[in-house]
Structure formats: structure tokens, C-alpha cells
């Protein structure tokens, strides 16, 4: 069982940038490949990047690539989310997600366990 808290959401203008962080419960974080998502008002959750179990791998969104960064801290049960470059189409409920399959997860389907949401709003 995990349990995620994501925070760090906020308002910011465009070309600002925002750091998303997503803490886990649990002693096996690391067992879990972890991915943020975002719901934008009328829309479909929709993925954004993911990581693998480790950290080494990473997968992005073309939306996002090159702009949004992901990254964990496994010793302390943290994943994060780096976004810069920030544009109003970027607004939405972010959400982070656990699955309990190792690798580079998409589908929202795969992933057993997620987060409240945090707010980010990018005035344009």
C-alpha cells in the first residue's frame, strides 16, 4: 500500500516555473515506478512524464519534453516534478501516481495508486 501527497502547485506567470513534489508512504518506494499526470477543467487526465523504479529512465510527454523534468529521491520516498518554461496551457490538477511495475508507465490504467492533486495555474 502506498499513500502519495503531492504539493508545490500554485499560481505562476508564463515563462515561470513551478517544482511539484510528490511524498510516498511505505518502505518500498523504490519497488514502485511513479508517474505525474495532469486534468485540465473538461478534459481527460491525460499523462505527462514517468520513471522508473530507479531513476534512470525517464519518459515525457511531447507536450512537456524539454520543458518538464522528472526525478526521485528513493531515500527520501520523494518524487519530483520540475517544470519550467511554463505556458496557460499547462493548467490542470497535476497528479502523481504509483504502479507497482517497474519500468516506464502511460496508461493511467497501470498505475494502482494516486495522489489527492495540486493545483497549477499559468496566467498568461
Known amino acids: 500500500q502506498v499513500q502519495l501527497v503531492e504539493s508545490g502547485g500554485g499560481l505562476v506567470q508564463a515563462g515561470g516555473s513551478l517544482r511539484l513534489s510528490c511524498a510516498a508512504s511505505?518502505?518500498?518506494?523504490?519497488?514502485?515506478?511513479m508517474g505525474w499526470f495532469r486534468q485540465a477543467p473538461g478534459k481527460e487526465r491525460e499523462f505527462v512524464a514517468a520513471?522508473?523504479?530507479?531513476?534512470?529512465?525517464?519518459y515525457y510527454a511531447d507536450s512537456v519534453k524539454g520543458r518538464f523534468t522528472i526525478s526521485r529521491d528513493n531515500a527520501k520516498n520523494t518524487v519530483y516534478l520540475q517544470m519550467k518554461s511554463l505556458k496557460p496551457e499547462d493548467t490542470a490538477v497535476y497528479y502523481c501516481?504509483?504502479?507497482?511495475?517497474?519500468?516506464?508507465?502511460?496508461?493511467?490504467?497501470?498505475?494502482?495508486?494516486w495522489g489527492q492533486g495540486t493545483q497549477v495555474t499559468v496566467s498568461s
Open positions: 501516481a504509483a504502479s507497482s511495475r517497474l519500468g516506464i508507465m502511460i496508461g493511467t490504467a497501470l498505475y494502482e495508486y
Open positions: 520513471i522508473n523504479w530507479s531513476g534512470g529512465r525517464a
Open positions: 511505505g518502505r518500498t518506494f523504490s519497488s514502485y515506478g
